[in-house]
Nanobody, 122 residues
Framework: VQLQASGGGLVQAGDSLRLSCQAS????????TGWFRQAPGKEREFLAS????????RYADSVNGRFAISRDNAKNTVYLQLSSLKPEDTAVYYCAADPRQSIATVPAPYYWGQGTLVTVSS
């Protein structure tokens, strides 16, 4: 499975953005999917996960209430809606997928996208 993330860009604090991650080359509908981010000089951080059915979303405390994960199995795509963005949300955002268990709990997701940069100016 190949994952292609897109939708990043330069926005101002308080703005919203929607990231997309399209899968190809496999059976997307059986995969748990999720999003991570990595800011300069920091470790990669889990943000959100969704089951293969698109339910049971889980969020990191740092983004709960501001970010929302969703997926469209007909389009082989998972989304991350970012709202009320802050400068500290600046990072490279990665999508991930795994056939074994939830992205929120799997030690190392099996599939990764290439990352899309989100920059939030103050």
């Amino acid at each position: 499975v190949q994952l292609q993330a897109s939708g990043g860009g330069l926005v101002q604090a308080g703005d919203s953005l929607r990231l997309s991650c399209q899968a190809s080359g496999g059976t997307f509908s059986i995969l748990s999917t999720g999003w991570f981010r990595q800011a300069p000089g920091k470790e990669r951080e889990f943000l959100a996960s969704s089951s293969w059915r698109g339910d049971s979303p889980r969020y990191a405390d740092s983004v709960n209430g501001r970010f929302a994960i969703s997926r469209d199995n007909a389009k082989n795509t998972v989304y991350l809606q970012l709202s009320s963005l802050k400068p500290e949300d600046t990072a490279v955002y990665y999508c991930a997928a795994d056939p074994r268990q939830s992205i929120a709990t799997v030690p190392a997701p099996y599939y990764w996208g290439q990352g899309t940069l989100v920059t939030v100016s103050s």
